[in-house]
Each structure stands twice: as structure tokens, then as C-alpha cells.
């Protein structure tokens, strides 16, 4: 899952990159992007790793905390357009779709992979 989102994300970057959407903008650039990719799959397995102890529908719930988390992750982004004056609105949404493919690759790997399985012996 680690490398999966860290793949997914090096892609985008490097189509972001190609297309000069923010040269400038240095949270757009490798060494930010793959570790806090990093630090997103690491935090969703740990997540994930209490909720299949602790509840009973581990899948539902990480799937609704996912969404929120994914949902407030976006307010940092947004506020680089008013702390940074390299950022741009492209650039911006490049970001957030970054966070999108660590939230889809944490749930279709934690949920779709083990999951709905787990939840179904239980």
C-alpha cells in the first residue's frame, strides 16, 4: 500500500511537473510529495490496525473516517493559495488529488483486500 501511493503520486507529480502548472510551488516537488504520501499510507494502516481490534465493522468505519480525514486534509491545501505566493489554483488541486489517491489506495487495499472479508467472519 506504502508504495502504491507513493507510485501513484510520483505519476501525477511528474505529469504536474510536465505541464508547468506551478514551477515554482515547492510543495509540488518529490522529497514533500512521497514522504507525506508515505505518512498518509502509514497513517491509514495504523488506523485501520485499531479499528480491526477495537470495533466491530472495521471496513465501515475506516471507510467513514477516510472520508472525513480525506475531506479536512484539503484545508491546508487551500491555504497555501493565501500563504504562498508560488502556489496557484492548479497547483493547489494537484495537491489534493494527491491526497485523493492515498485515500483511494488505503481503502481499496485495507477495505477491498481484507476488510470485507474480516467483517463477513465476524
Not at 70 to 99: K, Q, R, Y
Request: proline residues 5%; negative net charge; without cysteine.
Amino acid at each position: 500500500m506504502l508504495g502504491l501511493s507513493m507510485i501513484g503520486n510520483a505519476v501525477l507529480l511528474a505529469l504536474v511537473q510536465a505541464l508547468e502548472v506551478a514551477p515554482d510551488f515547492r510543495a509540488l516537488s518529490f522529497p514533500p510529495v512521497l514522504f507525506l504520501s508515505a505518512v498518509g499510507a502509514v497513517g491509514a494502516v495504523a488506523v485501520y490496525w485499531v479499528l480491526d481490534r477495537r470495533v466491530d465493522q472495521p471496513a465501515r468505519t475506516f471507510r467513514r473516517i477516510a472520508a472525513a480525514v480525506l475531506v479536512v486534509s484539503f484545508g491546508p491545501d487551500l491555504a497555501l493559495l493565501a500563504a504562498d505566493e508560488a502556489a496557484t489554483i492548479p497547483g493547489v488541486i494537484a495537491l489534493m488529488l494527491m491526497h485523493v489517491v492515498v485515500a483511494a489506495v488505503a481503502v481499496g487495499v485495507l477495505v477491498g483486500w481484507t476488510g470485507e472479508a474480516r467483517e463477513a467472519e465476524r
